[in-house]
């Protein structure tokens, strides 16, 4: 007879709220690679569930980081300028929500600003915060524009992302090579024609080689 009829079932948001211990995680990994056909106990793998957990703690850093908090520090000395300001090739290290697998590429990141600047690590900040979490690339292009948008209030802000996904390249169709382009144009980009025209003629042509 099943105990548990009749109780309810812990919802989504205790199951956030209650986060596992780092034992629970690291037990959890010791599952996978029984599960993956190996020993966990074999000297080997003894230390890899505590690796395992801590390099999660890097590929997953971004839920410990407040996007928003990142651009709050804004500059108004610009003496006018009020042209595009683009970040180009920032390094992306992502992880596919559906198979828990790198996504590697690059990101550009443009606004054109009214009245204030923000410093431009924080851009490739603001990109490592949602990259560095589980993610779909058309999501997290969204997230880094629409984020850019809310706080700096810019006249217009693109995001263009082009990554390989794992997912296709070691899994699944085993597609090498293919990368995938997610743009999220927003204010005078999307709006003005020659703003936009201006920004794509910026930007370095996709560079054809696969990314590792
Ligand atoms: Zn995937």
Redesign the pocket.
């Known amino acids: 007879m099943d105990i548990s009829i009749g109780l309810p079932a812990p919802s989504l948001a205790d199951e956030v709220a209650t986060r596992p211990t780092r034992a629970e995680a690291e037990a959890a990994v010791r599952t996978l690679l029984r599960w993956a056909g190996d020993d966990p106990a074999r000297e080997g793998l003894r230390d890899t569930p505590a690796r395992v957990v801590r390099s999660y703690e890097d590929f997953f850093a971004g839920y410990e980081t407040d996007p928003v908090a990142l651009l709050a520090r804004t500059f108004q000395e610009v003496d006018g300028y009020d042209e595009i300001v683009l970040l180009r090739d920032i390094r992306l290290e992502s992880y ?1 929500e ?2 828990m ?1 790198p996504i590697i590429g690059r990101a550009h990141v443009a606004y054109l600003p009214h009245r204030r600047v923000v410093g431009i690590s924080k851009l490739a900040r603001l990109v490592d915060a949602y990259a560095k979490r589980l993610q779909i690339q058309e999501k997290l292009t969204a997230q880094i524009a629409g984020t850019i948008d809310e706080v700096l209030q810019p006249l217009g802000t693109a995001v263009v992302i082009e990554a390989g ?1 794992q ?1 296709m390249t070691t899994r699944g169709v085993h597609k090498p090579g293919v990368s995938m382009v997610t743009s999220k144009m927003l204010g005078a980009f999307r709006s003005n024609p020659d703003t936009r025209r201006e920004l794509l003629s910026m930007l370095p042509q996709p560079s054809g080689t696969p990314f590792t």
């Open positions: 596919c559906h198979h697998v996904h997912c």
